[in-house]
């Protein structure tokens, strides 16, 4: 046989089939990515978890239903999460709606943290900015400031001031509720900064295009477009011509069909050959930010794309996850992305902390003092007590000294997503799967009122976030759904480059005809 018949037969094989199958997968995962890139443009649109697999239907308060509370009187407790803010009694009997004021959609009552000061004034860090409760109209006004991050992490009080911290910058402000106004404080680069980001978020932005900004965020979209196109022309190239051989057999029309099917190919080939390289890119950074090749990039920084969005003069940017103040000590505890820092003042230069608690990729989730000398630190890696003076990290769940993860995993036995304090200040766990742990005994935990699940529904963007990871088809591949990525991006690119060598070779095969003819 012909080697070279027999190579680009070889090529068909690694196209043909392959790319029917994917081509399926590829168009939810791009259409899924496009929606997410434009998460506040969709903020206002829900669906309701009945219709999704049973695992997307609250249980004991997990899928971080809960990420803490707010004792505001002897009787009253906030409890606050991504079901928005709660108000009920102490002993958790009935259950009132208090987010009069968000803007529609589950998604605008995502809360980070709220915060009572010393003035009873109430103060809401948010996905979508920072909000004080005006106790006059009974609803939470959005307290306008000079930034372009609206994810606010963080709210606390120093004296009399009131403090509050997104990802890049922190707030502060004399405590007058609806009337305070907040100067913007941009911390300081720590002690020997090197000015490197984490892989992980890298990868992340160059696969959004936010590397780039909003223009680049557009780009990316219009290659998520081509991804469909592709897609849908080589399903009708698949498809087509066995139609319209049928059809020719049966003496029906065909014109229309030989016209589609031509207008396809043509368009399949030059779309994949003149963005191949945008192609590529964008599949191969997906695969990397999920596990299992999640793992092997995790803890990796590396120096910054100059000239992107990554390069900022601000070392903070889009870096900063929480801050508490420790009046004891009277100094500030910051969580960055690469670890945590002491802070005298907001106007001093943080110093990194020797001892460094687990902390999972996916970022900090209860960040707060324990007793003395020992804070509580839990994200997906776990919950610890952590003592920065004596260099000593406890396993809270366990008992046990933390002796190092042996398996590289962001990912702990438990994967906290909050902590609740009850005003006896008894202790219970939210891990994201699970729901609600008890602390120290057996105490039992409050039900989900039936009221609260029926105003908590998906957003758009958090089930595109289900569709475009694969964990959508945990209920179909229990854990077997993180193979889904990387199996599925490996493929996409055999599929991509062996399209582009056959198109290639048929080209210069074209050309040669026509040179001999």
Known sequence: MNPKKNRIKRLLKYHKWPGLIISFMLIYIATSGILMNHRSLISGIDLNRNFLPKEYNYKNWNLAALKGNQIISKDSILFYGNIGVWLTDSNMTDFTNFNEGFTKGIDNRKIFDIHLSANKNLYAATLFGLYNYNFKFNQWQKIPLDTE???????????????????????????EGVNTKFKKIQIKEPLAYINNVGLFETMWQIHSGEVFGLPGKLFVDFIGLLIIILSITGIIYFFFPKLIKRRKQKNKSVQKLINTNKWSLKWHNKIG????????????????????????????RIPVLKFTHLDQPNPWYDDLRDLIYDEDKDVFLLAGYNGLYELKTLKSTPKLFDSQPPISVMGINVFEKYDDHVFLIGSFSGLFLWSPQRAVIYDFISGRPYQGSSNGSPFGSYAISGLIKDSNQNLYLADYSIGIISGSDERSFVDMPENILSDSPISLWNLCLEIHTGRIFHFLLSDFYILLVPISGIIALIVIISGYLLYRRKKINSSLRQAQG
């Open 273 to 300: 050959a003149w963005f191949i390289v945008f192609l590529i890119i964008t599949t191969l950074t997906g695969i990397f930010l999920r596990p299992p090749l999640l793992l092997t990039i995790a803890n990796t």
């Open 149 to 175: 991050i609206e994810r606010f992490v963080s709210v606390l009080s120093k004296g009399d001031s009131v403090i509050a911290m997104n990802r890049s910058d922190v707030f502060i402000g004399l405590d």
